[in-house]
């Protein structure tokens, strides 16, 4: 597979010091952003938070109810994750100030477990019955199948679970994983499109024009993810790499404007995720009846 498929979860801006101005292009409501099945399995930076800080609150009340401590972290700027599209195209608002994302995930460090240390100081029994309150018992694990003919387990009893169901309704987890793999699906068809191809093709020969020569749109987040391996967490020179993610997603967003590559793309998803549609009217109906629920009961 080319790129990573959709995923309904999900990776916020640069750090302080790397940004810098960047391209005045049309702002992102006027460049819409093509997500597959009208970005069914999308959700903004505002709507990830209050799931999350409903979803922990009520992960906390699960884990004591069953006599566990559990801590709920600060929760994490969201507004990176959000921007994020299985096409490899650039947000207009935040491309200018974050480039791809890449180097502010690395400035930033991965996020502190804030149950780590009390998970530390207790013996291996207890800490495993902690997780499997948390996660879930392998053996209690249900099993559905997806559209894709996959096949995903989940543990309905696990804390994460319960909470979720009070979210999103009960049922909620069998109907993300099937929208999820119809999602990946559409976005399959999509990249394989003489659409996908011809617009690719322009905007590679756009940048080709700016003096680069890459063939995917993918590729200059490749490229930086080199230099950042590269730089090998030397901080000065993860700094360096920003600055020029900074200056090579300006370019890029310049040719994706310039080229119509959103509209484009947007053009050939809707043609490509016809059949997908077709097949699964009353799950997509579900799903955003459920998200549509969720939703008002967190905001």
């Given at each position: 597979?080319?790129?990573?498929?959709?995923?309904?979860?999900?990776?916020?801006?640069?750090?302080?010091?790397?940004?810098?101005?960047?391209?005045?292009?049309?702002?992102?409501?006027?460049?819409?952003?093509?997500?597959?099945?009208?970005?069914a399995?999308?959700?903004?930076?505002?709507?990830?938070?209050?799931?999350r800080?409903?979803?922990?609150?009520?992960?906390?009340?699960?884990?004591?109810?069953?006599?566990?401590?559990?801590?709920?972290?600060?929760?994490?700027?969201?507004?990176?994750?959000?921007?994020?599209?299985?096409?490899?195209?650039?947000?207009?608002?935040?491309?200018?100030?974050?480039?791809?994302?890449?180097t502010?995930?690395?400035?930033?460090?991965?996020?502190?477990?804030?149950?780590?240390?009390?998970?530390a100081?207790?013996p291996?029994?207890?800490?495993?019955?902690?997780?499997?309150?948390?996660?879930g018992?392998?053996?209690?694990?249900?099993?559905?199948?997806?559209?894709?003919?996959?096949?995903?387990?989940?543990?309905?009893?696990?804390?994460?679970?319960?909470?979720?169901?009070?979210?999103?309704?009960?049922?909620w987890?069998?109907?993300?994983?099937?929208?999820?793999?119809?999602?990946?699906?559409?976005?399959?068809?999509t990249?394989?499109?003489?659409?996908?191809?011809?617009a690719?093709?322009?905007?590679?020969?756009?940048?080709?024009?700016?003096?680069?020569?890459?063939?995917?749109?993918?590729?200059?987040?490749?490229?930086?993810?080199?230099?950042?391996?590269?730089?090998?967490?030397?901080?000065?020179?993860?700094?360096?790499?920003?600055?020029?993610?900074?200056?090579?997603?300006?370019?890029?967003?310049?040719?994706?404007?310039?080229?119509?590559?959103?509209?484009?793309?947007?053009?050939?998803?809707?043609?490509?995720?016809?059949?997908?549609?077709?097949?699964?009217?009353?799950?997509?109906?579900?799903?955003?009846?459920?998200?549509r629920a969720?939703?008002?009961?967190?905001?």
């Amino acid at each position: 597979m080319r790129r990573p498929l959709w995923t309904a979860a999900a990776a916020v801006l640069l750090m302080a010091g790397c940004a810098a101005p960047g391209h005045e292009a049309a702002t992102e409501a006027d460049v819409p952003v093509p997500r597959p099945l009208s970005g069914a399995v999308h959700f903004s930076a505002a709507e990830q938070r209050a799931l999350r800080d409903s979803e922990e609150a009520l992960v906390r009340a699960c884990m004591r109810d069953r006599g566990y401590e559990y801590r709920i972290g600060p929760a994490r700027d969201a507004r990176r994750a959000a921007a994020v599209n299985p096409y490899t195209l650039l947000s207009p608002r935040w491309s200018r100030s974050d480039g791809y994302g890449l180097t502010g995930e690395v400035l930033r460090g991965p996020p502190n477990d804030p149950n780590a240390d009390m998970l530390a100081a207790l013996p291996d029994p207890e800490r495993e019955e902690w997780e499997e309150a948390l996660l879930g018992r392998r053996e209690d694990h249900v099993e559905i199948s997806l559209p894709s003919g996959r096949r995903i387990g989940y543990s309905p009893h696990a804390c994460v679970q319960v909470a979720r169901d009070e979210v999103y309704g009960t049922g909620w987890a069998e109907l993300r994983y099937v929208v999820e793999d119809l999602s990946n699906e559409a976005v399959r068809r999509t990249l394989a499109s003489s659409g996908f191809h011809a617009a690719e093709a322009e905007w590679a020969g756009c940048m080709a024009g700016l003096g680069y020569s890459y063939t995917t749109l993918e590729d200059p987040r490749k490229e930086i993810l080199d230099q950042l391996a590269d730089a090998d967490g030397d901080h000065d020179r993860v700094r360096a790499v920003g600055d020029r993610e900074l200056a090579l997603a300006r370019d890029d967003l310049t040719c994706q404007l310039d080229t119509h590559t959103h509209r484009r793309i947007a053009d050939a998803q809707a043609k490509a995720e016809e059949q997908v549609r077709a097949g699964a009217e009353r799950e997509l109906g579900r799903f955003q009846q459920s998200k549509r629920a969720a939703l008002s009961r967190v905001l």
